[in-house]
Antibody, heavy 121, light 111 residues
Framework: QVQLVESGGGVVQPGRSLRLACVAS????????MHWVRQAPGKGLQWVGV????????YYGDSVKGRFSISRDTSKNTVYLEMTSLRVEDTAIYFC??????????????WGQGTLVMVSS | QSVMKQPPSVSGAPGRRVTISCTGG?????????VHWYQQFPGTAPKLLIF???NRPSSVPDRFSGSTSGTSASLVITGLQADDEADYYC???????????FGGGTKVTVL
């Protein structure tokens, strides 16, 4: 079945870097764009960014632009989120999600279980 | 602050109908970008509930329905059940922000 499994979360000091990974299975990874979405403790969902199916196009939310970078490795069925210059406000559960699509319309399905990133000194 | 506004909470008795609103603007829902809805139980990942305004994945019961009108969207739950207690989020695309946007989320409580 289609599955996404995130890893790489943990506790990190402000200003440091961290790389998250999301391993996909059960579908043709190279056919789909992949998103990262985060959720701060007790808060709502916030879009982080997306990478296109072929890795050529990447877009980011304003709060992470210039600090976070998304990449993908088709040979490993994995999408990565490289986070630099981390701030306390980046503390959140980070979810990866597959971009499902019909024509020009796209949505997120399924989602991984998430990995917790805590930025604290 | 979320670009799309949802009521923080709604509640209803078992068997009743509840409606969750999602109010956007001219650069997202009003511009014709589709709305999608997700259901999230505490401690779990969001799950797709409605896609492309009013379409249900095959696993979602027909008690859940979606609609859009102007700059707003709505999620309706009929025949409310105890296991519908969850957080619900709307999602669309905003052309001014060039970003995927979510509503702030609505907690549904079954009385």
């Amino acid at each position: 079945q289609v599955q996404l499994v995130e890893s790489g979360g943990g506790v990190v000091q402000p200003g440091r870097s961290l790389r998250l990974a999301c391993v996909a299975s059960g579908f043709i990874f190279s056919d789909y764009g992949m998103h990262w979405v985060r959720q701060a403790p007790g808060k709502g969902l916030q879009w982080v960014g997306v990478i296109s199916f072929d890795g050529r196009n990447k877009y980011y939310g304003d709060s992470v632009k210039g600090r976070f970078s998304i990449s993908r490795d088709t040979s490993k069925n994995t999408v990565y989120l490289e986070m630099t210059s981390l701030r306390v406000e980046d503390t959140a559960i980070y979810f990866c999600a597959r971009e499902d699509r019909q024509g020009l319309v796209s949505w997120l399905d399924p989602w991984g279980q998430g990995t917790l990133v805590m930025v604290s000194s | 602050q979320s670009v799309m506004k949802q009521p923080p909470s709604v509640s209803g008795a078992p068997g009743r109908r509840v409606t969750i609103s999602c109010t956007g603007g001219s650069s997202n829902i009003g511009a014709g970008f589709d709305v999608h809805w997700y259901q999230q139980f505490p401690g779990t990942a969001p799950k797709l509930l409605i896609f492309a305004n009013n379409n249900r994945p095959s696993s979602v019961p027909d008690r859940f329905s979606g609609s859009t009108s102007g700059t707003s969207a709505s999620l309706v739950i009929t025949g409310l059940q105890a296991d519908d207690e969850a957080d619900y989020y709307c999602q669309s695309y905003d052309s001014s922000l060039s970003a995927v946007v979510f509503g702030g989320g609505t907690k549904v409580t079954v009385l």
